[in-house]
């Protein structure tokens, strides 16, 4: 009878508690923007944490890390790399970067592209690179129809829209369309084409 009461009277006392979880915070540091090439047409796309909200992207790199995390730019990286560029991708902007997939140097418009990576034309390996380069940050909202852009190199590229798609016309007349837009890096855009753009050299 004894243990019946003492077992009824801790009952009583656990019943009139009051018990509180204390949350565990998950400590672990942000995903980082990575490339996705899983897709059926290996186009680039990005991945980024969002807000509470899911709304706002987060961006943790800057362009020159974005592009270098991506299969499909290892020309271009290479590019900035050669033309001593790495400090002005890793500015602090903004920049709008117009980025050519690496297939589309096989069709580049003047000459080769390996050419202008001899030592006498790093002056024009320098302004391809610049000229892929606008000041300010462009999303898909700013861009209309015959906007025009001055880059970085100096020489302007024009924003064209056809048939549902958006394009970049160089300042030599040739076309580009835009495969991804809205990638976001921490000082910039960048805007995914299917062909190089070239400035008059």
């Known amino acids: 009878m004894r243990k019946l009461v003492a077992v009824l009277g801790l009952g009583v006392m656990l019943s009139g508690c009051s018990w509180q979880s204390t949350a565990v915070q998950d400590s672990s540091p942000a995903p980082r923007f990575v490339w996705r090439t899983d897709h059926q ?5 990005v991945l980024a944490t969002t807000s509470a909200e899911g709304a706002q ?10 592009i270098s995390s991506s299969p499909q730019h290892t020309q271009l990286k290479r590019a900035v790399e050669a033309a001593g560029l790495i400090d002005l991708w890793q500015g602090p902007g903004p920049y709008t970067v117009l980025a050519p997939i690496d297939e589309a ?6 000459g080769t592209f390996a050419e202008l990576f001899s030592p006498n034309r790093q002056k024009d390996l320098i302004k391809v690179v610049q000229y892929q380069m606008i000041p300010g940050r462009y999303t898909t909202r700013d861009l209309v129809e015959g906007l025009i852009l001055k880059t970085v190199q100096g020489q302007p590229v024009t924003v064209r829209f056809n048939e549902g798609s958006w394009y970049i016309q160089d300042a030599v007349g040739n076309y580009s369309r835009v495969l991804e837009t809205n990638i976001v890096a921490d000082n910039g855009i960048i805007l995914v084409l299917d062909r190089p753009i070239v400035p008059w050299f």
Request: glycine letters at 0%; proline letters at 14%.
């Open 41 to 45: 047409d290996s186009t680039p796309q």
């Open 57 to 66: 992207l987060v961006p943790v790199t800057d362009l020159y890390q974005t």
């Open 105 to 110: 140097y096989a069709d580049f418009p003047v």
